[in-house]
C-alpha cells in the first residue's frame, strides 16, 4: 500500500479576518488539507491596532485579530471540527488558542474536537524572529501552562511546535539547528515536569504531543541525513531522558516550511526549483518524512505572494505525491554507508553542542547570557562571507548573472500582491467598534482575575478563557501581563560575533575610506543601526552591523521594535553620520518618512538615510525621491559595497570629495 501524502498546507493570512477566510475557503477547494494561519506583527507581540508601534504593521504580513469577535469572521462556514489548524503564534499563543476553542465552541465543536498546532515556542523567538514579548521564564511559564491545559483538555491538540526554522534563517548551521531545537525540547519538557501540573502517568501524553517545525534548506541531501539525525535524537532523549515506554509517544512528528530568506530576488524564476529540492529533502527518506508541509511562493524576496503564487506551491506538492512513485517505497536510504556516516556526524556534533547548553544551566541561560544569539550570528557572517567571496555559488546571484528578460518579472509591481492600504484603518476602526460594543466592567474584572492569578503559580489558560468570553483584546491581555511580568530586550548577539577573519582587498580599501573620511570630519564615522516598527526579524540588522564595525565604522544597535521617536532620539544622542533602517514586514512607506521627519525636526536632516529590506521598486524609487539615501534589497548582497556606498554618502552629505 502506497504511504499517505503529507498534509498540505499553505501559510496565509493577510489585510483583515474576512478577506482571509475567502482565501483559505479557496485555498481548500483547492485541495489544500489543512491550514497554516499567518498573524500580522500586532496580532504577535500583544497591540492592538491602534497602538503607537502598531503603525505601518497592520495586516502586512498576516491577518488582524485581536479579538473573538475577528477570530469568528477569520474561520466563518470553516467548521472547526473537521480542520487541522496550524497557527505561527507564539508570546500570545495562549491568547490566540483561547480565541480558537471559543470560536470553536460557537459553532458546536468541543475542546475534544479540536486538532492543530501552536507554534508557542517562545525561545526561539529570542534567537531569530523577535516577537517576544515577556521575559524567558515569565514566557515558559505560559508554555508550561498551556501544555498542562490542552493535554487534558484538548487531547488532539499540539500545544508546542519547536521551531528550527528560523534557527536556519538566523545563520544556523545543521548541527546547531538540531542542538538548539532539542535543548528547547528539554528546557520545556523540565518545565512541564517540574510544575507538577501534569501526573507523572500522563507524562507520555506530554512528550506525544510535541512537534517540530523545521527548515529545509537546498543542500537536500544534508538536510534528509538533518532529518534523520532528529528523528534519532529524540528517540533518544525521550527513551533515556524522560522514560518514554510507548513508541507512538516517541515518534518525532514534525511539519516543515522550506527555506523562503534563501530564496533570491535576483531571477527569481530559479526559486521554483530551489523550492522543489527542499522539498525533497523532508520527503525522499520515509522513516523521516514530514507529516506536513507548507511552500513558500517563488516571489516571497520580492514581495507579498498572490493567491496564483500560492497555488503553484500547491501544486508542486501534489505533482509530488500523486504523480511520482515516491510514496510506493520504504525508505530508500536504508543501508547508505553515506547517509548513515552524516547522519552519526551530525549526532556527534548535536549532541556535543547540546551537552555545552546544559551545562550553562539549559536553554533559557543560554539564551539570557547571549550564547546561542552570539553562535547564531557568527554563523550568519561566516556564510554571508563565503557567498560573498565565491565559494558558496548562489546562482543568479554572485554567478550566472547573464539572463534573459522574465515574463514573470516584466510587470514588477504586478508580480506580487499590494497590501490593501485600508486595512489598517479598518482595522483600528473595527477594535474600536468592538470596545464600545463590549461590557467594560465584565472585562476589567476578567483582566483582574489575570493579574491576580499571573501572580500566584495557577494555570493562566481559564482566566485568559475568561477575558476572551468577556471581550478583551489581544493588547489588553498582554498589557495585564506586561504589568506583572515586565518586558524585555533580548541581547542582540552583535557585540559577541566574530566578523570577517581575513579582510580581503576590498575590505581593506572600503576601511581606508571609512578611515579618511572620519579623518577630515575629526571624528570616527558613527553609523545607527535602526530596527523601527514590529519587524522582529534581525539576520540582516545584525550582518549589517557586524560588517559595519569590520569596515571601521562605531556601530550604534539597540535591537528591535524601536518606535522611530526612538531612533531619532538615539541618533541624536550618538551625534550619528547616517541612519539605517531595516524593514521586512512591509512598513517602509510608513515608518521611513517618519524617521526623517523626525530628523529634520532635530535639526538633523542632514544626515543621510538608507534602507534595506523587502522593498518592491515602485517604493524604493519612491523613497529615493523623497530624499532617502539609498535603498538596499535582498538582490544587494555585497555588504561591503554597502559599506562604501554608506561612506560615500556621509561623504557627499558633509560636502567632502
Not at 112 to 133: C, F, H, M, P, W
Not at 364 to 388: D, F, N, P, Q, T
Not at 422 to 449: G, H, I, K, S, Y
Request: hydrophobic residues 40%.
Amino acid at each position: 500500500m502506497p504511504d499517505r501524502p503529507w498534509m498540505m498546507r499553505t501559510y496565509a493570512g493577510h489585510s483583515s479576518a474576512a478577506e482571509s477566510n475567502a482565501l483559505y475557503r479557496k485555498n481548500l477547494a483547492k485541495g489544500q488539507t489543512g491550514l497554516s494561519v499567518a498573524f500580522d506583527l500586532p496580532t504577535q507581540t500583544g497591540y492592538d491596532p491602534d497602538h503607537v508601534l502598531s503603525r505601518g504593521e497592520v495586516g502586512k504580513v498576516g491577518v488582524p485579530i485581536p479579538h473573538l469577535g475577528a477570530m469568528r469572521r477569520l474561520f466563518q462556514d470553516i467548521p472547526l471540527s473537521e480542520m487541522n489548524t496550524s497557527m505561527t503564534i507564539n508570546a500570545t499563543a495562549m491568547w490566540l488558542f483561547a480565541m480558537y476553542q471559543v470560536a470553536a465552541e460557537e459553532q458546536g465543536a468541543g475542546p475534544q474536537t479540536l486538532a492543530g498546532t501552536t507554534q508557542n515556542d517562545i525561545i526561539k523567538e529570542y534567537l531569530s524572529r523577535g516577537t517576544y514579548v515577556f521575559p524567558p521564564e515569565a514566557s515558559l511559564r505560559l508554555t508550561t501552562d498551556m501544555i498542562a491545559y490542552t493535554v487534558t483538555n484538548v487531547p488532539q491538540w499540539n500545544p508546542l511546535n519547536i521551531c528550527s526554522y528560523h534557527l536556519q534563517e538566523a545563520g544556523a548551521t545543521p548541527t546547531q539547528e538540531l542542538a538548539y531545537a532539542l535543548s528547547t525540547a528539554i528546557a520545556v519538557l523540565d518545565a512541564v515536569k517540574d510544575s507538577g501540573q501534569v501526573d507523572e502517568a500522563d507524562f507520555e501524553k506530554v512528550v506525544g504531543r510535541i512537534s517540530f517545525f523545521v527548515n529545509a534548506g537546498v543542500r537536500f541531501v544534508e538536510e534528509t541525513c538533518k532529518m534523520r539525525a532528529f528523528g534519532q535524537m529524540w528517540e533518544t532523549i525521550t527513551r533515556e531522558r524522560y522514560g518514554v515506554s510507548d513508541p507512538k509517544m516517541r515518534r518525532f512528528r514534525y511539519g516543515v516550511q522550506v527555506n523562503s530568506l534563501g530564496l533570491t530576488e535576483a531571477q527569481p524564476e530559479n526559486n521554483v526549483q530551489r523550492i522543489v529540492l527542499e522539498m525533497l529533502g523532508v520527503t525522499l527518506s520515509k522513516s523521516a518524512r514530514a507529516r506536513a508541509v507548507q511552500l513558500p511562493a517563488w516571489n516571497e524576496a520580492l514581495g507579498l505572494p498572490r493567491p496564483w503564487d500560492q497555488q503553484w506551491s500547491l501544486r508542486l506538492q501534489q505533482v509530488l505525491a500523486f504523480e511520482s512513485d515516491l510514496l510506493e517505497y520504504e525508505d530508500i536510504f536504508d543501508g547508505s554507508h553515506v547517509i548513515e556516516a552524516k547522519v552519526a556526524e551530525l549526532i556527534e556534533g548535536a549532541q556535543a553542542e547540546i551537552d555545552r547548553v546544559q551545562a550553562m544551566g539549559g536553554a533559557v541561560a543560554a539564551v539570557e547570557s547571549g550564547y546561542m544569539k552570539s553562535e547564531l550570528v557568527a554563523s550568519h557572517a561566516e556564510r554571508r562571507a563565503r557567498i560573498e567571496d565565491g565559494e558558496i555559488k548562489v546562482v543568479g546571484v554572485n554567478s550566472y548573472l547573464e539572463t534573459e528578460p522574465s515574463p514573470l518579472t516584466e510587470d514588477l509591481d504586478a508580480a506580487i500582491m499590494a497590501a490593501d492600504p485600508q486595512a489598517e484603518a479598518n482595522a483600528v476602526a473595527d477594535v474600536q467598534a468592538w470596545r464600545e460594543q463590549r461590557d467594560d466592567a465584565e472585562v476589567e474584572q476578567a483582566l483582574d482575575r489575570l493579574r491576580a492569578e499571573s501572580k500566584t503559580d495557577a494555570n493562566l489558560m481559564e482566566a485568559t478563557l475568561a477575558a476572551v468570553r468577556a471581550g478583551a483584546t489581544v493588547g489588553e491581555w498582554a498589557e495585564a501581563l506586561r504589568e506583572v511580568f515586565g518586558e524585555y530586550r533580548a541581547p542582540t548577539g552583535v557585540s559577541g560575533a566574530a566578523g570577517v577573519a581575513e579582510a580581503g582587498g576590498e575590505l581593506r580599501a572600503v576601511r581606508e575610506k571609512v578611515r579618511g573620511i572620519g579623518e577630515q570630519l575629526g571624528t570616527r564615522l558613527r553609523l545607527l543601526v535602526g530596527k523601527p516598527g514590529l519587524d522582529g526579524h534581525s539576520n540582516g540588522a545584525e550582518q549589517i552591523a557586524v560588517r559595519a564595525r569590520d569596515a571601521g565604522f562605531e556601530v550604534i544597535y539597540q535591537g528591535i521594535r524601536l518606535t522611530p521617536e526612538q531612533i531619532v532620539a538615539a541618533a541624536v544622542a550618538e551625534d550619528v553620520h547616517c541612519v539605517g533602517l531595516s524593514i521586512l514586514s512591509g512598513s517602509h512607506m510608513e515608518l521611513v518618512p517618519d524617521v526623517q521627519r523626525r530628523l529634520i525636526e532635530a535639526d538633523m536632516g542632514e544626515v543621510p538615510i538608507i534602507v534595506g529590506g523587502i522593498i518592491p521598486d515602485s517604493d524604493g524609487r519612491r523613497l529615493e525621491e523623497q530624499g532617502i539615501a539609498a535603498v538596499f534589497t535582498p538582490k544587494d548582497f555585497g555588504m561591503t559595497d554597502i559599506m562604501g556606498r554608506i561612506a560615500d554618502e556621509i561623504a557627499r552629505a558633509n560636502g567632502l570629495s
